[in-house]
Nanobody, 117 residues
C-alpha cells in the first residue's frame, strides 16, 4: 500500500503564497504520473497540475502561470508551489500517484488551503 501525506496548507491573504508537499512512503521512481487535485465545498474534485516520471508538467488553465509542480526524487516528495493565491483557490488539495503496470492509484488525505479576500 502506497501512503501519501500532504502538508503545507493554511490560511493566507489574497496575493500570498504557499508550498504544498506530498511525501510518499516509497520511491517516486515507481510512479508514472503524479498529480495535485483540489476540491472546494459543494464542488467536484478538479485537476490542478501534473508531473510525469520524465518531468513533463501540465497545468489547468486557471493556474495562469501562478503555480509550479515539481518533484524531488531523492526525498520521495512532490511539491506544488502556489503564488499570487486568489480566494477561488480555496479548497482541500490532494496528492495522487499512479503506476500503470502495477495498477497503483493512491490518494493522500488532503490539506486545506484557505485564501481570504
Amino acid at each position: 500500500q502506497v501512503r501519501l501525506v500532504e502538508s503545507g496548507g493554511g490560511l493566507v491573504q489574497a496575493g500570498g503564497s504557499l508550498r504544498l508537499s506530498c511525501a510518499a512512503s516509497g520511491s517516486i521512481f515507481a510512479f508514472d504520473v503524479m498529480n495535485w487535485y483540489r476540491q472546494a465545498p459543494g464542488k467536484q474534485r478538479e485537476l490542478v497540475a501534473t508531473v510525469t516520471r520524465g518531468d513533463t508538467t501540465n497545468y489547468a488553465s486557471f493556474v495562469g502561470g501562478r503555480f509550479t509542480i515539481s518533484k524531488d526524487n531523492a526525498n520521495n516528495t512532490v511539491y506544488l508551489q502556489m503564488n499570487n493565491l486568489k480566494p477561488d483557490d480555496t479548497a482541500v488539495y490532494y496528492c495522487r500517484v499512479r503506476n500503470w503496470i502495477a495498477n497503483v492509484d493512491s490518494w493522500g488525505q488532503g490539506t486545506q488551503v484557505t485564501v481570504s479576500s
